[in-house]
Structure formats: C-alpha cells, structure tokens
C-alpha cells in the first residue's frame, strides 16, 4: 500500500475536511498546503497526483497521535524518514488508544483473523528474533475494520 492510500483511507473513515487535515500536520509542528493535501489525495493516475513521502505520512500520523490523545509535554517526537506498515500500523494504534484485544476486534470486523502472538510479532523491534513484518493485507484489513467501526453508517 502507498502513504497516498493510507492517507486517503484514513481521511474517508473519520470524515476530515483538508482544514482538519491541515490542522493534524500542524498538530505535528508541520505546515502543509491546501494544494499538497489535495495532490495527496489525488488517484494515482491523475497528472497532478503527488506521492506522500515517508516522512510527510509519519507526520500526519504524529499530527493524529497529538490530536486524539494529546501532545506529550517536551520536545515532540521527530518524524521517522522511512516507515514500514509496523510502524503505520503501532502509530494508528496509539492514536486510537487500542489494546491488542482492540486490533483484533477491527481485523474481525474486516473478517481477517490473527492471532494474539501474530499481533504482538508487529510490534516488536526489528532485530528481535520473533518481529515480524506487517504485509499489506493485514494493514489492509485493520484499515477496512476501522472503516467498519469508524464510519459505520455510508450515506
């Protein structure tokens, strides 16, 4: 999956408006346009489509940790310059407030199951001997679960 996928099934499930979505950047200490948000969030083949860059989409989701659970006193986290879907999937996590228990709930509810040990693999470190890389299915499902949670009702 790309960040501009990411980004655009993220804005769908909890409704942000590009001034919400600027306000998330700016909650991460960033400043972002109109014109960027929308080129973001452009289909891929569309002339004008940009792609987000690892660090732009580590923002946003630094910007949605900040604003849904507030921001941590001192300096705030720098955003990471590459990401894996370990990491979108640990920060969306946090944002959210979600327990283990709560993960496998929003896979469910995208009818995909993993067990408790597959989880807790994703978010290991890297170099530990059980980490295991997220696959973009599984990133996939939780973000289609949390459609399902999030914006139950598509009118």
């Known amino acids: 999956m790309t960040n501009n996928d990411i980004l655009r099934r993220i804005r769908y499930t909890f409704n942000f408006s590009d001034d919400q979505m600027i306000a ?74 979600l327990k283990n228990e709560d993960v496998l709930e929003l896979l469910a509810l995208a009818e995909f199951r993993l067990g408790k040990h597959e989880l807790s693999a994703f978010f290991r470190k890297p170099d530990h001997k059980h980490y295991r890389e997220c696959k973009d299915q599984i990133l996939r499902n939780f973000l289609a679960g949390m459609q399902v949670k999030y914006r139950p009702e598509d009118k």
């Open 24 to 97: 998330l950047f700016k909650q991460a200490e960033a400043d972002v346009t109109r014109g960027e948000i929308s080129n973001w969030l452009k289909k891929d083949d569309d002339p004008a489509y940009v792609s987000c860059s690892d660090t732009q989409m580590a923002t946003f989701l630094n910007g949605l940790i900040n604003a849904k659970r507030g921001k941590k006193d001192g300096p705030q986290p720098a955003p990471e310059n590459a990401i894996n879907n370990n990491i979108i999937l640990r920060k969306l996590k946090i944002a959210l407030d």
